[in-house]
């Protein structure tokens, strides 16, 4: 079973819609982080949550909010998708007890914006 | 804002070959991880290290850090189809602050 989950794993949508990515973990980790990946750029930080009280923004957060409704779950929303947000979303989880630099990936989610 | 860049980018070689993935940065990391993500799937820890100078086998893989702890390489001897991915290498400068290089894409020929 996988640890961290993702879903939905592909969805397509049109310019100006609201979309929610939602990702779940089983590992207890309090740390839970959202990436997009686009060919070329690697992966780059949305967010990132130390505890469900504790939400940071990373390096691209513009257009993007987050909500940490409980310690396994993580949702990533695009407000008013544009076609620049087409991308790879990954969640991504780490324990700080103890702290380790290792992060833990979900499958992904593959978000067209027409 | 802090780099990685990792060369080269594609890599197509034939099975057996031997082949050396370069990241490099002119920031200092507390440690350095190397990825590995196949297609449809998220990125899979291969290895982490920590110690300038470090060197570390995953079977026909080595992983070096630079004695700066600012670069790194992944070394893949005698490699196999099944090594086809893409590798990615991050460093971390915090325990939940992870820079990401843009990737090597590598294809190997059977």
């Known amino acids: 079973d996988a640890d961290v989950t993702q879903t939905p794993r592909n969805r397509i949508t049109k310019t100006g819609k609201r979309i929610m990515l939602e990702c779940s973990q089983t590992?207890?980790?309090?740390?839970m982080y959202w990436y997009r990946q686009d060919p070329g750029l690697g992966l780059q930080l949305i967010y990132y949550s130390f505890d469900v009280k504790d939400i940071n923004k990373g390096e691209i957060s513009d257009g993007y909010s987050v909500s940490r409704q409980a310690q396994a779950k993580f949702s990533l929303s695009l407000e008013s998708a544009i076609p620049n947000q087409t991308a790879l979303y990954f969640c991504?989880?780490?324990?700080?007890?103890?702290?380790?630099?290792?992060?833990?990936f979900g499958p992904g989610t593959r978000l067209t914006v027409l | 804002t802090q780099l990685l860049e990792q060369s080269p980018q594609f890599l197509s070689i034939q099975e057996g070959e031997n082949l050396t993935v370069y990241c490099n940065s002119s920031?200092?990391?507390?440690?350095l991880q190397w990825y590995r993500q196949e297609p449809g799937e998220g990125p899979v820890l291969l290895v982490t290290v920590v110690t300038g100078g470090e060197v570390k086998k995953l079977k026909r893989l080595t992983f070096q850090f630079g004695d700066a702890r600012k670069d790194s390489s992944l070394h893949i001897t005698a490699a196999q189809p099944g090594d086809t991915g893409l590798y990615l290498c991050a460093g971390a400068q915090s325990s939940y602050k992870l820079i990401f290089g843009s990737g090597t894409r590598l294809l190997v020929r059977p």
């Open positions: 590992k207890g980790h309090d740390r």
């Open positions: 920031s200092v990391f507390s440690s």
């Open positions: 991504a989880t780490s324990p700080s007890r103890p702290s380790t630099d290792t992060q833990y």
